[in-house]
């Protein structure tokens, strides 16, 4: 584990991540497309199953068309790329590759947090899910949900939403001590 | 999002976070615990549901007896501390509560890496989920699968193990480019 000076830095990184779901056109430098899929191959799994395939997209047409897909993905038509999460779609595994997916979804995230770029998690339902395997060519048996956006977040279209900040619980009503039903006392 | 004047120190904690299953005895400070807590907060998740809880377990008798059941978390036996992952339950939202309880694990994991502190999942499975339960006066309908143990990383332990570092697929077997099954080039 390497010395990292300043733990408070990484914590406060962690703390603000936000989803960005409005991206300025700018371009992501390959630099940072790179350390994202690198987090993302150095990621934990159950068993270290890396039950994980990505499918990087920059094409803008593609773009919009996942985005137009049965879900919540419609921010990936305005992003720089988009990444698709491929699962293994283990029958006796699915809870796992859930878990794990959500786990390197997370860490990539992250590393594009660490270079200032935003990102957000698109999720297909329903028939959306279908229709990403077909237009991407990846085989049925896959199990595909998640496509993350990429790209510098558009502060001015940010402050001009009118939607305020997501507020979170307060950790007095989230966490107990040795029980449940005891309540945190720090 | 604040200044990370060094994104590669980042990076490098994301790529470095391996599971520590052997600890030093040594307690984990309060500060840490309270920061692990309040980056689970601060985490993202579907629709901003944060439809999670934490039991944390600095009991000795409590983290010997969890580890003791059907699953994979018998770590918490030597962890300084546990916390259990309580998520609601929501029968119509169990795909999205699995995703985000591995994002909240994994934020959780990278927050106490930040101070040096090491981590594992563990993973109840079979009759071991209802026992944590019953054993931490848990609701019935939530939905536990996860205790991550926490403490410092027993190098010493670690070195004398004899299996290897565990190993990561190359990227490119991992990443194709705007298509399924078009390799990654870069």
Redesign the interface.
Known sequence: ??E??N?Q???????????VRQFRPDPVP?EV???V????????S?S?Q?S????????QE?LRALAALEGFAAHLAGAALGIVV?MAGDQGQV??E??????V???M???A????V?SS?G?FKGRGRAAVKQM????ENKLV??AISFGY?DEEARRARPKPA??????ST????????VR?Q?
């Open positions: 584990m390497p990292v000076e733990a830095n990484v914590i406060a990184l962690l703390k603000s991540l936000r989803a390959q497309v790179d350390a899929l690198d987090v993302a191959r150095w990621s934990g159950a270290n890396q994980w395939e990505f499918v990087v997209i920059h094409n593609t491929v809870e796992q859930t878990f794990d997916e959500g786990r979804s997370e860490r995230m992250l590393a947090a660490a270079y200032g935003g998690i999720w991407l060519g990846i085989p949900r998640t977040p997501q507020a979170r619980k307060p950790l989230l966490v107990y001590e040795e029980r449940y039903g945190w720090h």
